[in-house]
């Protein structure tokens, strides 16, 4: 139990142009879900919360305009990057908190965004 | 005061020897200490966890020991194999905040033959 999937689990995509990133906990209801961003050989860099409902919650310096968060359910998330830049590629991770005593975070296996 | 001090940065370890890694951390307000396997090009896997009531924790072949005093929680590997080898991550979060996990930066775990 607890799987989350992503897709895609790469996508390359042209400068200007928008791409989207959904997320899936395919076994169990995620109370919360979080996207992570994470460069080459560095740890995950969190960049939002998403609460099926409700608006996202961005972390500090992370421009809400460009990355937008929809939870639609309690099962799907999605991430779509706005009008990226090569600046913009990097390995985004999403996780899903499931509900009980302790709130295990599980994460997807991720989504490699080139933009050229 | 959010930080998750680990260490060391990388390691290199042989077949059947025992991998330690440690963390530390200064907010006393976590609660929930996971640790996170993660291969190249992967998401990271849920290993194993710990609450701060409990000492040590042992799952197969991974053990956590938890030093509340200190603010200090390591992971072992015993019996190490090359499969084992990974980046690990601690983590810690308050589970009545948000459940925000702040990682720690990273060990690349290498296990030769």
């Known amino acids: 139990g607890a799987v989350v999937s992503q897709h895609p689990s790469w996508v390359i995509c042209k400068s200007g142009t928008s791409v989207k990133i959904e997320c899936r906990s395919l076994?169990?209801?995620?109370?919360?879900m979080f996207w992570y961003r994470q460069f080459p050989k560095q740890s995950l860099m969190l960049m939002a919360t998403?609460?099926?409902?409700?608006?996202?919650?961005?972390e500090q310096g992370v421009e809400k305009d460009k990355f937008l968060i929809n939870h639609a359910s309690l099962t799907l998330s999605t991430l779509t990057v706005t009008s990226a830049h090569p600046e913009d590629s990097s390995f985004y991770i999403c996780?899903?908190?499931?509900?009980?005593?302790?709130?295990?975070?599980?994460f997807g296996p991720g989504t490699r965004l080139t933009v050229t | 005061q959010q930080q998750v001090k680990q260490s060391p940065q990388s390691l290199i370890v042989q077949k059947g020897g025992i991998s330690i890694i440690n963390c530390a951390y200064e907010?006393?307000?976590?609660?929930?200490f996971p640790w996170y396997q993660q291969f190249p090009g992967k998401g990271p896997a849920l290993l194993i966890a710990?609450?701060?009531?409990?000492s040590e924790k042992k799952e197969g072949r991974f053990t956590i020991s938890f030093n509340k005093s200190a603010k200090q929680f390591s992971l072992h590997i015993m019996d190490s194999q090359p499969g084992d080898s990974a980046t690990y991550f601690c983590?810690?979060?308050?589970?009545?905040?948000?459940?925000?996990?702040?990682f720690g930066t990273g060990t690349q775990l290498k296990v030769e033959l």
């Open positions: 996780s899903a908190t499931r509900q009980g005593p302790y709130y295990e975070q599980y």
């Open positions: 076994d169990f209801q995620a109370t919360t």
């Open positions: 998403s609460n099926e409902g409700s608006k996202a919650t961005y």
């Open positions: 907010n006393t307000a976590f609660d929930y």
């Open positions: 710990i609450r701060p009531d409990v």
């Open positions: 983590a810690a979060t308050t589970t009545g905040g948000g459940n925000k996990l702040t």
